[in-house]
Every structure is written in structure tokens, then in C-alpha cells.
């Protein structure tokens, strides 16, 4: 697991899901005026994954992609360090965008030592194990030949796949029980267990909460941060205190 340490003083922001598509405008105008300002007075930034609604390859030069590259860009060169951790939606942001918009590529999971917190952080759908087609999905999502085949196809072709795989989950999703979408109580407790963390944050589910879990007789605490709609919403982490932030 990779491990990540910060300075004890400083100021961390947490934010995932935003989803960012040309559909969702005032989303995106949400995020950029963020970055200019919330996220100008923090030292750390760490996006968890799903940022872009989808993703089919660093060459996309998509309008919002640039424009989103070019903010982030302007905040990393503000002096602050800008973290990013793939999503289910964007796990084919590669070295490339990464270059462009000024972030750092963390692994899924990563262990962050922050004085004496370690904050383990993930995107969260490796926490939905009880999600046995998507867990399937998943591991055909994340195997390098599959990448390897999907990026060497013409961009025209990759967006219809996207698209069609939108589609289909969708589809799968809207047939699925609440409870089997979320994350499983066993995955949370051998990720908390084998991380030996004091917290940890997590994505995905949309379900946004302050959870407090008892493992190997250690308190935990594990926050899940929440989807965007129109409007910032994050989780700031400074001097072990935690504030999850929802403007309006
Ligand atoms: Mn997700």
C-alpha cells in the first residue's frame, strides 16, 4: 500500500464524486469557483475519484477537460499540492492529464500519516464487495490488456463505448437492492484492520455520512464524503479535526 505523509499542521481537503459532464454545468461552474476559492486556502487538496463522469483517455481534449486541467493547473501552481486517486468513472486518468492539470497520481488504496492520524483513503467501490457484477466489471476494468486494447481504439469509438457503458449501468444499477450497492460491514473492517488506521474516507456510495466503527477494540471513525449537485461540498481535515462542509 502506497504511504503518503503530510505535516501535522497542515490543512487537508477531501472531495469525490463530482461527476463532472457537460450535462451538469452548474457542477462544474461549482468546482471551478471552488478552486478558486475554498480550495485556495487549503495546503492539501485530495480528489477521490469519479471527478469526470467519464473518462476514455488522457488525448480527449474535450472543452471541460481542458478547462477543468487549466483550473487545476492554476490552483497547483498556487502552491497547493493537488492529489488524485482514480474513481470507477475515471480510472483511465493516466501520467498525461495528470501532467497537464498539475496533480499527483495516488494509488487506491493509500495510507496517509498526518501527525498522529493515519488516514486511510480510498475511492470506495473495492468496499462493495456484496456487488458481485460489478465487482466483476471492475477487475475487467482495471486489467491492463483491457486498458491497453480500449486506448488503441479511435477516440469517435471509445466515447460510443462509454457511452453504451453509461447506459448499461444505469440499467444495472436501478435493478440492484440499496443495500448490495453499498459498502459491505467485513470490507470495512479488514480494510480499517490491515490499515491499522485511525480514519478512514471513502466515496462512491453517494451516501454521505459520519460512521464509527469498533475494530480490534480501536474506535474509527469513517467518513464518506458526498456526491456533488451544484453546489461544493468537502470534507476538511487540520489538526485532527475533521468538518465535513456543504455550501450553498
Ligand atoms: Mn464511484
Known amino acids: ?30 468546482f471551478l469557483a471552488f478552486l478558486g476559492d475554498e480550495a485556495r486556502r487549503c ?6 475519484g469519479d471527478l469526470f463522469e467519464y473518462w476514455v483517455g488522457d488525448d480527449d481534449d474535450r472543452p471541460l477537460a481542458v478547462t477543468v486541467a487549466e483550473a487545476l493547473a492554476g490552483l ?11 474513481g470507477n468513472r475515471d480510472f483511465l486518468i493516466a501520467a498525461g492529464y495528470a501532467e497537464r492539470a498539475g496533480l499527483s497520481l495516488l494509488d487506491d488504496p493509500c495510507l496517509l500519516h498526518c501527525g ?18 460489478y465487482q466483476a466489471v471492475r477487475a475487467q476494468l482495471r486489467d ?19 457511452q453504451q457503458a453509461r447506459e448499461m ?6 435493478g440492484k437492492a440499496d443495500a448490495i450497492m453499498d459498502a459491505t460491514p467485513s470490507a470495512i473492517e479488514s480494510a480499517i484492520a490491515g ?7 471513502h466515496g462512491h456510495t453517494h451516501r454521505p455520512a459520519r460512521h464509527h466503527h469498533i475494530v480490534a477494540g480501536r474506535d474509527v ?17 487540520q489538526h485532527g479535526d475533521a468538518t465535513a462542509v456543504a455550501s450553498s
Not at 495546503?43 to 477521490?48: G, S, V
Not at 498556487?78 to 486517486?85: E, H, K, L, N, P
Not at 467501490?125 to 457484477?133: G, R
Not at 449501468?169 to 436501478?174: C, G, L, M, P, V
Open 195 to 201: 490499515a491499522g488506521c485511525t480514519a478512514l474516507i
Open 169 to 174: 449501468s444505469r440499467q444495472a444499477t436501478s
Open 1 to 30: 500500500m502506497l504511504h503518503l505523509e503530510v505535516g501535522a499542521g497542515e490543512r487537508l481537503l477531501f472531495i469525490s464524486d463530482l461527476h463532472l459532464c457537460e450535462s451538469r454545468p452548474a457542477t462544474t461552474a461549482a
Open 76 to 86: 497547483h501552481g498556487d502552491g497547493v499540492a493537488i492529489r488524485f486517486m482514480a
Open 43 to 48: 495546503d492539501q487538496l485530495f480528489i477521490l
Open 116 to 133: 498522529s492520524d493515519r488516514l486511510l483513503l480510498m475511492h470506495g467501490d473495492s468496499l462493495c464487495v456484496d456487488d458481485l457484477p
Open 144 to 162: 491492463r490488456d483491457w486498458q491497453r486494447q480500449f486506448l488503441s481504439q479511435p477516440l469517435p469509438e471509445r466515447r460510443q463505448q462509454a
Open 221 to 237: 471513525t469513517r467518513w464518506v464524503l458526498a456526491d456533488w449537485h451544484e453546489h461544493a461540498t468537502y470534507l476538511a481535515w
